[in-house]
């Protein structure tokens, strides 16, 4: 397996600016997330303080982000990371295309969700709640699986999950249509709460009930207390210094995970700075 020097997880102004920085710097790069870069930047109806882009709409500022990431001949892997593993003297991470990647440093630029979880998730999660069908669907073998989806960018988890379940519940949470399985029923209604005793075993929506052995919640990001054991946060943000160093040797964060300003030119010079510190890492070494 390839073995990355720098693995960057966000395509928004912070993760981008960090891989170009790295390009620069000849580094061998792996480049994770949206090949539009990001919806919050895409929607934006039009960005006055980016210096250089005056009155620029943000579907035109996604745009010219990506023609410099092409120029630059950077790719973009369309790919949503699970989970993150320290294993030492690199980091495996878990992808939900069921790939594992190696780095020997991370830079996470994954922005921040304003949605808050379901009542229950995070107290379940481990327990009958997970976020990642590659891993935890042999525990669920032959029984009865709900699946929540966010995207159908994630609809071939549900095709994996649907060969494991002897039945499986989707609740998608999107428009457009949906590929018929013949093990797969499909509600269309709004999670509320997941309910249990010692394991989680229903979910409760706005209309119906669903009784599971194993729930899948198949969002575009994870929660990143469950995406890298140990990291420290300031509450929804990554703790880090002016390095853009976070509390774990090798792990550097930038953009509005750091916290505010939410603002894109903030966001593009953290991810140079640690691209930078990434850069100074590995000469050091360990």
Same mark, same amino acid.
């Given at each position: ?14 993760? !981008? ?44 500022? *996604? ?21 993150? $593993? ?14 594992? $990647? ?24 481990? #327990?009958?709640? *997970? ?30 999950? *649907? ?54 919640? !198949? ?44 603002? $894109? ?10 691209? !930078? ?8 070494? #360990?």
């Amino acid at each position: 397996m390839e073995r990355y020097d720098v693995a960057i997880i966000g395509t928004g102004p912070a993760g !981008l600016e960090a891989a170009l920085t790295l390009k620069n710097r000849n580094k061998n790069i792996l480049l994770l997330g949206n090949d539009k870069s990001s919806d919050k930047v895409f929607k934006a109806h039009e960005i006055k303080n980016y210096l250089g882009l005056p009155n620029i709409k943000g579907e035109d500022f *996604s745009k010219a982000f990506i023609e410099h990431i092409k120029i630059m001949g950077i790719k973009i892997n369309n790919d949503v990371i699970s989970q993150i $593993y320290n294993m030492g003297d690199y980091f495996a991470l878990q992808g939900h295309s069921k790939d594992m $990647y190696e780095a020997k440093s991370i830079i996470i630029a994954t922005g921040v969700k304003s949605d808050k979880p379901y009542v229950g998730e995070e107290e379940y999660l481990g #327990r009958g709640v *997970s976020y990642c069908a590659t891993c935890d669907a042999p525990l669920y073998k032959n029984k009865n699986i709900a699946v929540i989806l966010e995207s159908n960018e994630d609809f071939e988890e549900v095709r994996f999950l *649907s060969t494991i379940a002897k039945e499986l519940t989707l609740i998608p949470l999107y428009e457009g249509e949906i590929e018929n399985i013949s093990n797969v029923k499909i509600i269309k209604d709004l999670p509320i709460k997941i309910e249990g005793k010692m394991k989680a075993n229903k979910l409760i929506l706005e209309k119906n009930e669903i009784e599971f052995d194993g729930l899948f919640i !198949l969002k575009k990001s994870v929660p990143l207390s469950y995406l890298l054991s140990g990291l420290e946060m300031d509450e929804q943000h990554i703790k880090v210094n002016r390095q853009m160093e976070t509390n774990i040797k090798g792990v550097f964060a930038c953009g509005d995970i750091t916290g505010k300003p939410y603002q $894109y030119i903030k966001a593009a010079g953290e991810g140079n700075v640690a691209a !930078l510190s990434a850069v100074n890492f590995l000469a050091k070494g #360990r």
